[in-house]
């Protein structure tokens, strides 16, 4: 039997369960392969790593595990050690293999709504999602010195983007938030704000020609969502990236191709949908 897993901390509510097994069935892995979910904060992540034996074939890896999770792989893809943080772990030959699958969730979320190219995009908040972001619409084409502006809430706390930005060998802007309304004449607007916090600029941006993307899933659409909608601007929420980056991770750990994007797309809507019935109920 095979494994795999997400760890991280909070994980009760990881939605990567759903989507990996659901490929495993239409893989017709489901009866070798396992998927489970762990707890596991950034203290702990070395010693579940030292257990790991040879039934494993890799690991999901959210907050607060990206980073550390670069210093104790084998081998760090490129992608990975630019972004500063991996999301995949995956056992092989011996070894383990660090890589980072959010910049194609990202690049793929944003094609699959027809944001196929991007020459200008501002960037709110600075974290470790923001540095895919900046990786992803590098991809897209926004690469001429100053084509993307990271706006943060705290300038003091820019240097992880900064540092990304620099091993990408991106030249990029950095300014306060509450400027906003200055860097609106883009081609995309990137949130990678907590849920809700972009919300309060819902309206500045829907009046902007800019696409939106917000990484939120959960609480889908959000505030920031229903008015750019409402403005007729192409709006990206974060369930198509969460889709795309376990595809990636999911051909990574089983080396099968092509992976059932459909099945894991209806699996991982229904289990929303399931989630958001029985908040209403207060379940």
């Given at each position: 039997?095979?494994?795999?897993?997400?760890?991280?901390?909070?994980?009760?509510?990881?939605?990567?369960?759903?989507?990996?097994?659901?490929?495993?069935?239409?893989?017709?892995?489901?009866?070798?392969?396992?998927?489970?979910?762990?707890?596991?904060?950034?203290?702990?992540?070395?010693?579940?790593?030292?257990?790991?034996?040879?039934?494993?074939?890799?690991?999901?890896?959210?907050?607060?595990?990206k980073r550390v999770a670069l210093a104790?792989?084998?081998?760090?893809?490129?992608?990975?050690?630019?972004?500063?943080?991996?999301?995949?772990?995956?056992?092989?030959?011996?070894?383990?293999?660090?890589?980072?699958?959010?910049?194609?969730?990202?690049?793929?979320?944003?094609?699959?709504?027809?944001?196929?190219?991007?020459?200008?995009?501002?960037?709110?908040?600075?974290?470790?999602?923001?540095?895919?972001?900046?990786?992803?619409?590098?991809?897209?084409?926004?690469?001429?010195?100053?084509?993307?502006?990271?706006?943060?809430?705290?300038?003091?706390?820019?240097?992880?983007?900064?540092?990304?930005?620099?091993?990408?060998?991106?030249?990029?802007?950095?300014?306060?938030?509450?400027?906003?309304?200055?860097?609106?004449?883009?081609?995309?607007?990137?949130?990678?704000?907590?849920?809700?916090?972009?919300?309060?600029?819902?309206?500045?941006?829907?009046?902007?020609?800019?696409s939106v993307f917000d990484v939120v899933?959960?609480?889908?659409?959000?505030?920031?969502?229903?008015?750019?909608?409402?403005?007729?601007?192409?709006?990206?929420?974060?369930?198509?990236?969460?889709?795309?980056?376990?595809?990636?991770?999911?051909?990574?750990?089983?080396?099968?191709?092509p992976v059932p994007v459909a099945a894991?797309?209806?699996?991982?809507?229904?289990?929303?949908?399931?989630?958001?019935?029985?908040?209403?109920?207060?379940?």
């Amino acid at each position: 039997m095979k494994r795999a897993a997400v760890l991280g901390s909070p994980i009760a509510h990881s939605l990567s369960p759903v989507l990996h097994r659901a490929a495993y069935a239409e893989l017709g892995l489901a009866g070798e392969w396992t998927y489970d979910r762990y707890e596991c904060a950034e203290d702990g992540l070395a010693a579940f790593l030292e257990g790991c034996d040879d039934s494993w074939a890799g690991l999901s890896l959210t907050m607060p595990l990206k980073r550390v999770a670069l210093a104790l792989a084998d081998e760090v893809e490129e992608t990975a050690a630019q972004v500063g943080g991996a999301n995949t772990i995956v056992f092989r030959d011996g070894r383990r293999h660090a890589a980072n699958t959010d910049v194609t969730g990202i690049v793929e979320a944003l094609r699959e709504a027809g944001v196929t190219r991007v020459r200008t995009a501002t960037i709110l908040g600075a974290g470790a999602t923001a540095a895919s972001a900046l990786a992803a619409v590098r991809r897209l084409g926004a690469t001429e010195p100053g084509a993307v502006t990271v706006l943060a809430r705290y300038l003091g706390r820019t240097a992880g983007i900064s540092e990304a930005a620099e091993r990408m060998g991106a030249r990029i802007a950095i300014a306060p938030l509450g400027g906003l309304a200055a860097h609106l004449d883009v081609d995309l607007v990137v949130s990678t704000l907590p849920e809700g916090a972009a919300d309060d600029f819902a309206g500045e941006i829907a009046a902007s020609r800019a696409s939106v993307f917000d990484v939120v899933y959960a609480s889908w659409p959000t505030g920031l969502a229903r008015a750019a909608s409402a403005a007729g601007r192409t709006v990206v929420g974060g369930f198509p990236m969460l889709l795309h980056q376990a595809v990636a991770q999911v051909e990574l750990m089983t080396g099968c191709s092509p992976v059932p994007v459909a099945a894991m797309r209806e699996a991982g809507e229904s289990e929303l949908h399931r989630r958001r019935k029985a908040d209403e109920r207060g379940e």
